[in-house]
């Protein structure tokens, strides 16, 4: 109920514009929350300048406040800036398709370049093979044969005395006889970018001249991650980033960084050690976790989906006048019934997805329909005025409604809670509501 009220208490102030004063709080929440999310200082102000220019003196839509209509801006930005739809990866007309992974060292390219294949084995049905071409660590080598071996898809290498250009040259030759149809070339890393390792990569480049080249990006680097985007695709051309680690808590800031940055989508993300953990970019995805803020955004276009003004502002006029009744409570129940299953509308809050309490939190339907079959047992008069509820009144209410005197007693125990708190908000001012709600 609390986002009806938020809604509610929305329409007392809302506006017909939004106004620069408006977008001034707003947006120093969301360059906090970017900057928090780690996006790059210089993307934040640009992203910033966007959004102010657009929000200024755009319509506020019928059900949502300046301020919610400001994230919603915020969120398309924010979408439209990581490239709006997921990018698949690219495929040769003919096979193999070649796909190259490059990176720093301990960035993942290795353990992204298994889980692809894996991916590619499973969904597509594919016949992957890899080539080890990093070979200034033996370990990184047999790191690549273990992998392959767990997930049964071949792994070439030649060991650590030749050279890659020269592995990769033989590897692809093995997998266009045996007509693998995709081929992933693990390559080697530094701990920061150098000239010999750039000139090693296009150097492989230049001889497998592969339809893929993802760039694995470490998404806990944070900052440094668009320095790092930077320098590769300038001198490799990439066609793709992975950033991988993103099952900790970063914010998943890099993704906005390394996207304003560089032009080149983001594929895929990793999510965890194991192979299943890789899954496609969706820059919507992303847009909420970066803001930190669940579906906030669904919630609210639900609502307003949903949410019959009239109604609403007829609500708002009765918490004013303090005569909030069991038939307002009735369309209340009507209106967040219709919004969809409570667990999902309550994880939709910001703060509330991720919250571990919550995690096997499931609302009865039948909860809301026990309480609707309770309010019907009321004759009018009750609805209207539920002092009259004594004793004898709530036994014939419990036998109509088939529901436990127990019951009955709990849902008009909360019923005149809510009734309080109401006054209260309609008697005090509602500045202090405000931030409560998020409005
Ligand atoms: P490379 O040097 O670029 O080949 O990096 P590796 O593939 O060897 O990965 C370095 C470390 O990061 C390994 O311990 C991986 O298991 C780990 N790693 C890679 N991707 C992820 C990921 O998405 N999540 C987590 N938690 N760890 C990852
Ligand atoms: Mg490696």
């Known amino acids: ?73 915020v969120n398309e930005e924010l979408v439209k800036v990581m490239g709006e739809e997921a990018a ?49 660590r033996p370990a ?12 049964d898809v071949p792994v070439f290498s030649l060991g650590v005395d030749v050279d890659p250009v020269e592995i990769v040259r033989q590897g692809l030759e093995e997998a266009k006889d045996k007509k693998n149809d995709y081929v992933i070339i693990d390559t080697a890393g530094r701990l920061q970018i150098d000239e010999k390792l750039m000139q090693e990569l ?5 001889l497998a001249q592969p339809d893929e080249i993802l760039l694995t990006v470490d998404a806990m680097t944070g900052q440094n991650a668009v320095e790092v985007a930077k320098g590769f695709n300038d ?16 914010r998943g800031g890099a993704a906005l960084s390394i996207r304003a940055v560089t032009g080149k989508p983001i594929k895929f993300i990793g999510q965890g050690e194991k192979m299943t953990d890789l899954d496609v970019f969706y820059p919507d995805r992303m847009a909420s976790r970066i803001l930190g803020m669940g579906d906030m955004l669904t919630l609210i276009e639900k609502a307003q989906q949903e949410y019959d003004q009239k109604q609403a ?28 299953p409570m667990e999902d509308i309550i994880k939709m809050i910001p703060g509330m997805a991720n919250n571990p309490a919550l995690k096997n939190l499931k609302v009865d339907p039948k909860d809301i329909e026990h309480t609707k079959a309770i309010v019907y047992s009321m004759t009018p008069q ?7 509820l004594n004793p004898s009144r709530r036994r014939r209410i419990a ?9 009955v007693n709990r849902m008009i125990k909360q019923f005149k809670q809510m009734q309080d708190m109401m006054k209260k908000m309609s008697n005090g001012n509602f500045s202090g509501m405000e931030g409560l709600l998020g409005g």
Do not use: W
């Not at 329409?11 to 969301?30: F, H, Q, T």
């Not at 960035?107 to 992957?128: H, I, M, Q, V, Y």
């Not at 296009?202 to 230049?206: F, G, T, V, W, Y």
């Open 1 to 73: 109920l609390t986002e009806r009220l938020q809604n509610a208490i929305g329409k007392l102030r809302r506006k017909g514009k939004i106004s620069e004063s408006d977008v001034k709080e707003v947006m120093r929440e969301i360059r906090l929350a970017l900057l928090e999310a780690d996006v790059n200082f210089k993307v934040v102000k640009d992203f910033v300048k966007t959004v102010r220019s657009r929000a200024i003196g755009a319509e506020v839509l019928e059900s949502l406040t300046p301020a919610q209509q400001i994230v919603k801006i």
């Open 399 to 407: 036998a109509g409604s088939g529901r436990p005197i127990q019951e």
């Open 88 to 136: 698949p990866l690219n495929k040769s007309a003919k096979i193999p398709t070649i796909i190259m992974m490059v990176g720093l060292q301990g960035a993942g390219k290795t353990t992204t370049a298994s889980k692809l294949a894996n991916k590619l084995k499973k969904e597509k049905n594919a016949r992957p093979f890899m080539i080890a071409a990093d070979v200034y």
């Open 140 to 151: 990184a080598i047999d790191q690549l044969k273990i992998l392959g071996k767990d997930i």
């Open 235 to 250: 001198q490799l051309d990439v066609t793709g980033v992975v950033l991988t680690k993103l099952d900790g808590d970063t």
């Open 313 to 340: 502002e007829e609500l708002a006029e009765k918490m004013r006048e303090n005569n909030f009744d069991f038939n307002d409570f009735l369309i209340q129940m009507e209106q967040v019934q219709n919004m969809g």
């Open 382 to 388: 009750e609805r209207e005025n539920p002092d009259l």
């Open 202 to 206: 296009s150097s492989i480049k230049e």
